[in-house]
Protein backbone atom coordinates (compact mmCIF):
# COMPACT_ATOMS: atom_id res chain seq x y z
CA UNK A 1 0.00 0.00 0.00
CA UNK A 2 1.46 3.54 -0.92
CA UNK A 3 1.72 6.19 1.43
CA UNK A 4 -1.30 8.32 -0.25
CA UNK A 5 -3.48 4.86 0.19
CA UNK A 6 -2.49 4.62 3.82
CA UNK A 7 -3.62 8.25 4.53
CA UNK A 8 -7.19 7.60 2.66
CA UNK A 9 -7.31 4.59 4.72
CA UNK A 10 -6.11 6.29 8.15
CA UNK A 11 -8.79 9.29 7.28
CA UNK A 12 -11.98 6.93 6.27
CA UNK A 13 -11.12 5.27 9.20
CA UNK A 14 -10.93 8.86 11.49
CA UNK A 15 -13.77 10.05 9.61
CA UNK A 16 -16.24 6.71 10.25
CA UNK A 17 -14.87 5.96 14.48
CA UNK A 18 -16.28 9.86 14.73
CA UNK A 19 -19.44 9.23 13.68
CA UNK A 20 -19.55 5.58 14.74
CA UNK A 21 -18.42 6.79 18.45
CA UNK A 22 -20.52 8.42 21.14
CA UNK A 23 -18.84 11.84 21.60
CA UNK A 24 -17.29 12.26 25.15
CA UNK A 25 -17.51 8.32 26.04
CA UNK A 26 -14.20 6.24 26.45
CA UNK A 27 -13.31 4.30 23.60
CA UNK A 28 -12.99 0.50 23.60
CA UNK A 29 -13.63 0.38 19.71
CA UNK A 30 -11.85 -2.17 17.34
CA UNK A 31 -9.58 -0.34 15.08
CA UNK A 32 -10.96 0.37 12.02
CA UNK A 33 -11.34 -2.17 9.00
CA UNK A 34 -10.70 -1.97 5.67
CA UNK A 35 -13.37 -4.05 3.46
CA UNK A 36 -12.10 -2.61 -0.05
CA UNK A 37 -8.89 -0.77 -1.50
CA UNK A 38 -8.93 -0.53 -5.04
CA UNK A 39 -8.53 2.19 -7.93
CA UNK A 40 -12.18 2.89 -8.29
CA UNK A 41 -12.85 2.89 -4.46
CA UNK A 42 -11.59 2.85 -0.93
CA UNK A 43 -14.34 1.71 1.75
CA UNK A 44 -13.30 1.10 5.63
CA UNK A 45 -15.69 0.65 8.36
CA UNK A 46 -15.81 1.61 12.02
CA UNK A 47 -18.90 0.17 14.13
CA UNK A 48 -22.29 0.69 12.39
CA UNK A 49 -20.42 2.92 10.07
CA UNK A 50 -19.19 2.61 6.52
CA UNK A 51 -16.95 5.35 4.43
CA UNK A 52 -16.40 4.75 1.18
CA UNK A 53 -13.65 6.93 -0.87
CA UNK A 54 -14.84 7.53 -4.65
CA UNK A 55 -11.94 7.32 -7.43
CA UNK A 56 -10.41 11.11 -7.91
CA UNK A 57 -11.73 11.16 -11.16
CA UNK A 58 -15.65 10.85 -10.21
CA UNK A 59 -17.82 13.21 -11.58
CA UNK A 60 -19.12 14.47 -8.42
CA UNK A 61 -22.40 15.87 -9.82
CA UNK A 62 -23.23 12.52 -11.38
CA UNK A 63 -22.18 10.73 -8.05
CA UNK A 64 -24.15 13.61 -5.86
CA UNK A 65 -27.09 12.77 -8.18
CA UNK A 66 -26.78 9.05 -6.99
CA UNK A 67 -26.60 9.57 -3.69
CA UNK A 68 -29.62 11.39 -3.61
CA UNK A 69 -31.34 8.56 -5.54
CA UNK A 70 -30.26 6.10 -3.15
CA UNK A 71 -32.03 8.81 -0.53
CA UNK A 72 -35.27 9.01 -2.20
CA UNK A 73 -38.40 7.83 -0.83
CA UNK A 74 -39.26 6.45 -4.06
CA UNK A 75 -36.16 3.99 -3.29
CA UNK A 76 -36.70 2.68 0.20
CA UNK A 77 -36.70 -0.70 0.21
CA UNK A 78 -34.75 -1.16 -2.85
CA UNK A 79 -31.27 1.37 -2.46
CA UNK A 80 -29.50 1.27 0.72
CA UNK A 81 -29.63 4.56 1.87
CA UNK A 82 -26.91 6.64 2.78
CA UNK A 83 -26.36 8.77 5.80
CA UNK A 84 -25.81 12.07 4.42
CA UNK A 85 -27.73 12.96 0.90
CA UNK A 86 -24.29 14.69 -0.60
CA UNK A 87 -21.13 13.46 -0.12
CA UNK A 88 -18.95 15.80 1.76
CA UNK A 89 -15.85 16.96 1.55
CA UNK A 90 -13.39 13.30 0.68
CA UNK A 91 -9.67 13.13 1.48
CA UNK A 92 -6.90 13.61 -0.93
CA UNK A 93 -9.41 15.54 -3.24
CA UNK A 94 -11.51 12.19 -3.65
CA UNK A 95 -15.35 12.28 -2.49
CA UNK A 96 -16.62 10.59 -0.10
CA UNK A 97 -20.19 8.82 0.79
CA UNK A 98 -21.24 7.65 4.37
CA UNK A 99 -23.01 4.37 4.94
CA UNK A 100 -24.65 2.27 7.72
CA UNK A 101 -22.75 -0.78 8.09
CA UNK A 102 -25.11 -4.36 6.36
CA UNK A 103 -24.58 -8.08 6.49
CA UNK A 104 -23.32 -9.17 3.08
CA UNK A 105 -23.81 -12.40 1.18
CA UNK A 106 -21.72 -14.82 2.95
CA UNK A 107 -19.42 -16.61 0.04
CA UNK A 108 -18.77 -19.93 2.04
CA UNK A 109 -22.35 -20.90 1.49
CA UNK A 110 -23.30 -20.28 -2.04
CA UNK A 111 -26.33 -22.49 -1.57
CA UNK A 112 -28.03 -19.60 0.32
CA UNK A 113 -27.13 -16.97 -2.08
CA UNK A 114 -30.16 -14.58 -2.87
CA UNK A 115 -30.62 -14.88 -6.27
CA UNK A 116 -34.33 -14.83 -5.62
CA UNK A 117 -34.32 -11.66 -3.71
CA UNK A 118 -31.75 -10.11 -6.10
CA UNK A 119 -34.01 -10.76 -8.99
CA UNK A 120 -36.79 -8.97 -7.05
CA UNK A 121 -34.97 -6.21 -6.16
CA UNK A 122 -34.19 -5.74 -9.74
CA UNK A 123 -37.42 -5.90 -10.84
CA UNK A 124 -38.83 -3.26 -8.36
CA UNK A 125 -35.42 -0.90 -9.73
CA UNK A 126 -36.31 -1.38 -13.29
CA UNK A 127 -40.00 -0.27 -12.24
CA UNK A 128 -39.54 3.03 -10.55
CA UNK A 129 -39.41 5.95 -12.49
CA UNK A 130 -36.94 8.29 -11.47
CA UNK A 131 -37.60 10.78 -9.14
CA UNK A 132 -35.34 13.33 -11.11
CA UNK A 133 -32.80 12.99 -14.21
CA UNK A 134 -30.36 10.70 -13.82
CA UNK A 135 -26.74 10.36 -15.88
CA UNK A 136 -26.58 7.13 -18.15
CA UNK A 137 -26.27 3.98 -16.34
CA UNK A 138 -22.47 3.43 -16.62
CA UNK A 139 -22.77 -0.64 -17.43
CA UNK A 140 -20.88 -0.28 -20.79
CA UNK A 141 -18.59 2.38 -19.54
CA UNK A 142 -17.21 0.11 -17.32
CA UNK A 143 -17.06 -2.34 -19.48
CA UNK A 144 -15.16 -0.31 -21.83
CA UNK A 145 -12.34 0.47 -18.53
CA UNK A 146 -12.20 -3.43 -18.52
CA UNK A 147 -10.95 -3.90 -21.59
CA UNK A 148 -8.66 -0.86 -21.53
CA UNK A 149 -7.30 -1.86 -18.06
CA UNK A 150 -6.45 -4.82 -20.07
CA UNK A 151 -4.92 -3.43 -23.02
CA UNK A 152 -2.71 -1.57 -20.60
CA UNK A 153 -1.66 -4.57 -18.47
CA UNK A 154 -0.83 -6.82 -21.75
CA UNK A 155 1.11 -3.40 -23.47
CA UNK A 156 5.17 -3.65 -24.07
CA UNK A 157 6.10 -7.22 -24.45
CA UNK A 158 2.69 -8.74 -24.14
CA UNK A 159 3.61 -12.36 -25.41
CA UNK A 160 5.91 -12.96 -22.35
CA UNK A 161 3.04 -12.34 -20.62
CA UNK A 162 0.11 -14.96 -19.00
CA UNK A 163 -3.23 -14.33 -20.60
CA UNK A 164 -1.74 -12.78 -24.11
CA UNK A 165 -2.67 -15.06 -26.62
CA UNK A 166 -6.57 -15.47 -24.63
CA UNK A 167 -6.71 -11.89 -24.55
CA UNK A 168 -6.96 -11.68 -28.44
CA UNK A 169 -10.37 -14.10 -28.17
CA UNK A 170 -11.39 -11.34 -25.52
CA UNK A 171 -10.79 -8.38 -28.20
CA UNK A 172 -12.60 -10.36 -30.28
CA UNK A 173 -15.73 -10.62 -28.57
CA UNK A 174 -15.62 -6.67 -27.53
CA UNK A 175 -15.40 -6.07 -31.06
CA UNK A 176 -18.35 -8.32 -32.21
CA UNK A 177 -20.27 -6.07 -29.97
CA UNK A 178 -22.55 -3.43 -31.10
CA UNK A 179 -21.08 0.16 -30.01
CA UNK A 180 -23.98 1.23 -27.42
CA UNK A 181 -22.36 -2.23 -25.52
CA UNK A 182 -19.61 -0.41 -25.69
CA UNK A 183 -20.04 2.60 -24.53
CA UNK A 184 -19.49 4.64 -27.81
CA UNK A 185 -22.85 5.18 -28.61
CA UNK A 186 -25.91 5.91 -26.34
CA UNK A 187 -28.80 2.95 -25.95
CA UNK A 188 -31.64 2.55 -28.76
CA UNK A 189 -33.68 4.61 -27.14
CA UNK A 190 -36.90 2.65 -25.92
CA UNK A 191 -34.17 0.73 -24.12
CA UNK A 192 -32.59 3.45 -22.34
CA UNK A 193 -35.24 5.45 -19.75
CA UNK A 194 -35.41 2.76 -17.23
CA UNK A 195 -33.98 3.02 -13.59
CA UNK A 196 -30.84 0.47 -13.44
CA UNK A 197 -28.19 -0.68 -11.21
CA UNK A 198 -25.24 -0.95 -13.92
CA UNK A 199 -23.20 -3.46 -11.79
CA UNK A 200 -25.45 -6.23 -10.23
CA UNK A 201 -23.56 -8.69 -8.69
CA UNK A 202 -23.99 -10.82 -5.48
CA UNK A 203 -21.49 -8.44 -3.79
CA UNK A 204 -23.50 -5.62 -4.38
CA UNK A 205 -26.35 -7.47 -1.70
CA UNK A 206 -26.86 -6.74 1.79
CA UNK A 207 -29.10 -7.22 4.89
CA UNK A 208 -29.90 -3.83 6.77
CA UNK A 209 -30.27 -3.44 9.58
CA UNK A 210 -27.57 -6.11 9.97
CA UNK A 211 -27.50 -9.21 10.26
CA UNK A 212 -30.94 -10.28 9.45
CA UNK A 213 -33.23 -6.95 7.95
CA UNK A 214 -34.15 -7.12 4.18
CA UNK A 215 -32.03 -7.44 1.50
CA UNK A 216 -31.04 -4.41 -0.63
CA UNK A 217 -28.75 -3.09 -3.30
CA UNK A 218 -25.74 -1.35 -2.45
CA UNK A 219 -23.21 0.79 -4.74
CA UNK A 220 -24.78 3.18 -7.00
CA UNK A 221 -21.66 4.47 -8.78
CA UNK A 222 -23.13 2.86 -11.81
CA UNK A 223 -26.76 3.50 -11.54
CA UNK A 224 -28.74 5.83 -14.06
CA UNK A 225 -30.99 5.27 -17.06
CA UNK A 226 -30.19 2.67 -19.34
CA UNK A 227 -31.17 -0.55 -20.65
CA UNK A 228 -32.64 -3.50 -17.41
CA UNK A 229 -31.03 -6.14 -19.33
CA UNK A 230 -27.60 -4.45 -18.51
CA UNK A 231 -28.28 -5.48 -15.03
CA UNK A 232 -29.33 -9.24 -15.81
CA UNK A 233 -26.16 -9.96 -18.07
CA UNK A 234 -23.95 -10.80 -15.49
CA UNK A 235 -26.12 -13.81 -14.02
CA UNK A 236 -26.93 -14.90 -17.36
CA UNK A 237 -23.27 -14.87 -18.51
CA UNK A 238 -22.52 -17.01 -15.83
CA UNK A 239 -25.50 -19.19 -16.74
CA UNK A 240 -23.63 -19.44 -20.35
CA UNK A 241 -20.55 -20.20 -19.33
CA UNK A 242 -21.59 -22.83 -16.51
CA UNK A 243 -20.78 -21.19 -13.90
CA UNK A 244 -24.10 -20.34 -12.34
CA UNK A 245 -26.41 -23.60 -12.03
CA UNK A 246 -29.27 -23.94 -14.24
CA UNK A 247 -31.61 -24.01 -10.91
CA UNK A 248 -30.68 -20.76 -10.04
CA UNK A 249 -30.61 -19.07 -12.89
CA UNK A 250 -34.13 -20.24 -13.25
CA UNK A 251 -35.00 -19.33 -9.99
CA UNK A 252 -33.49 -15.70 -10.71
CA UNK A 253 -35.44 -15.51 -13.78
CA UNK A 254 -38.26 -16.26 -12.84
CA UNK A 255 -38.11 -14.60 -9.78
CA UNK A 256 -37.38 -11.64 -12.58
CA UNK A 257 -40.84 -12.41 -14.01
CA UNK A 258 -43.31 -13.15 -11.48
CA UNK A 259 -42.27 -8.99 -9.85
CA UNK A 260 -42.93 -7.98 -13.51
CA UNK A 261 -39.28 -7.15 -14.89
CA UNK A 262 -39.42 -4.84 -17.54
CA UNK A 263 -36.00 -6.01 -19.21
CA UNK A 264 -37.62 -9.83 -20.76
CA UNK A 265 -40.60 -11.14 -21.79
CA UNK A 266 -43.04 -12.22 -19.29
CA UNK A 267 -42.56 -15.76 -20.52
CA UNK A 268 -40.85 -17.10 -23.64
CA UNK A 269 -37.11 -16.71 -24.81
CA UNK A 270 -35.55 -14.19 -22.50
CA UNK A 271 -32.01 -14.36 -24.94
CA UNK A 272 -33.14 -11.77 -27.53
CA UNK A 273 -33.19 -9.61 -25.02
CA UNK A 274 -29.99 -10.56 -22.75
CA UNK A 275 -27.67 -11.63 -25.38
CA UNK A 276 -25.67 -8.57 -25.63
CA UNK A 277 -25.29 -7.80 -21.84
CA UNK A 278 -24.60 -11.27 -21.42
CA UNK A 279 -21.65 -11.05 -24.09
CA UNK A 280 -20.59 -7.51 -22.49
CA UNK A 281 -20.28 -9.08 -19.27
CA UNK A 282 -18.64 -12.14 -20.38
CA UNK A 283 -16.14 -9.82 -22.04
CA UNK A 284 -15.57 -7.39 -18.87
CA UNK A 285 -15.23 -10.53 -16.64
CA UNK A 286 -12.25 -11.77 -18.87
CA UNK A 287 -10.58 -8.67 -19.16
CA UNK A 288 -10.66 -7.68 -15.68
CA UNK A 289 -8.93 -11.49 -15.23
CA UNK A 290 -6.52 -11.33 -18.00
CA UNK A 291 -5.47 -7.92 -16.19
CA UNK A 292 -4.99 -9.78 -12.80
CA UNK A 293 -3.37 -12.81 -14.45
CA UNK A 294 -1.02 -9.71 -16.24
CA UNK A 295 -0.20 -8.04 -12.59
CA UNK A 296 -0.20 -10.81 -10.55
CA UNK A 297 2.13 -13.33 -12.80
CA UNK A 298 -0.03 -16.34 -13.13
CA UNK A 299 -2.41 -18.28 -15.46
CA UNK A 300 -6.00 -17.90 -15.18
CA UNK A 301 -8.22 -20.05 -12.42
CA UNK A 302 -10.60 -22.65 -13.58
CA UNK A 303 -13.71 -19.68 -13.57
CA UNK A 304 -11.41 -17.23 -15.28
CA UNK A 305 -10.84 -19.59 -18.09
CA UNK A 306 -14.45 -20.23 -18.60
CA UNK A 307 -15.01 -16.93 -19.48
CA UNK A 308 -11.87 -16.34 -21.50
CA UNK A 309 -13.10 -19.54 -23.49
CA UNK A 310 -16.66 -17.88 -23.53
CA UNK A 311 -15.40 -14.66 -25.60
CA UNK A 312 -14.09 -17.35 -27.89
CA UNK A 313 -16.82 -18.43 -28.62
CA UNK A 314 -19.10 -15.82 -28.53
CA UNK A 315 -17.00 -13.98 -30.89
CA UNK A 316 -17.99 -16.65 -34.00
CA UNK A 317 -21.39 -15.91 -33.40
CA UNK A 318 -23.69 -12.55 -34.99
CA UNK A 319 -25.33 -11.17 -31.61
CA UNK A 320 -29.04 -11.18 -31.66
CA UNK A 321 -30.21 -7.64 -32.07
CA UNK A 322 -34.06 -8.76 -31.83
CA UNK A 323 -36.78 -6.63 -30.82
CA UNK A 324 -37.25 -6.17 -27.20
CA UNK A 325 -40.05 -6.39 -24.64
CA UNK A 326 -39.27 -3.44 -22.42
CA UNK A 327 -41.55 -0.58 -23.30
Same mark, same amino acid.
Given at each position: ????????????????????? @????????? @???? *??????????????????? =??? $????????????????????????????????????????????????????????????????? *????????????? @????????? !??????????????????????????? *??????????????????? =??????? =????????????????????????? $??? !?????????????????????????????????????????????????????????????????????? !???????? =?????????????????????????
Amino acid at each position: MTSTQTSVVQDLGTLAHRLSH @PARTRCVCE @PPQV *LADRPDGTVVRSGAIVAKA =HAA $DTDREALAARIALAAAPQLTGILLPPLTARPPAGPAARPVTLWPLGAPVDPTDPDAAPWTEAAEL *LARLHRTDPPFPL @PPMRGPAKA !ARAVARMRAALAGDAAALPGAAASLSV *LAGWRALPAWARGEAPAPA =HRSRFLC =HGDLHLGQLVRHPAPDGPWLLIDVD $DVG !AGDPAWDLGRPAAWYAAGLLAPEDWAAFLDAYRSAGGPAVPAAGDPWPALDVPARALTVQTAAVALAKCA !AEQRDPDE =HEQLMIESCARIATLRPELATDPAS
